[in-house]
């Protein structure tokens, strides 16, 4: 294993705590969300460059 920078910077002990990250409902909720954010902004993007596309015809 890779010892630098050397054990006065050392990464042992160190956790990280995701307390929802073992419930399957917040994990959905959140990958629902996202999901739904970036339909948003796809269905936006689209939108805008139809009506720019139709307004320079």
């Given at each position: 294993?890779?010892?630098?920078?050397g054990?006065?910077?050392?990464?042992?002990g160190?956790?990280?705590?995701?307390?929802?990250?073992?419930?399957a409902?917040?994990?959905?909720?959140?990958?629902?969300?996202?999901?739904?954010?970036?339909?948003?902004?796809?269905?936006?993007?689209?939108?805008?460059?139809s009506?720019?596309?139709?307004?320079?015809?």
């Amino acid at each position: 294993m890779n010892s630098w920078p050397g054990p006065e910077n050392s990464w042992e002990g160190v956790d990280a705590y995701f307390t929802w990250a073992n419930n399957a409902g917040l994990l959905t909720t959140f990958v629902i969300i996202v999901a739904a954010i970036c339909i948003g902004v796809i269905y936006a993007a689209a939108r805008h460059e139809s009506e720019i596309a139709d307004k320079h015809k």
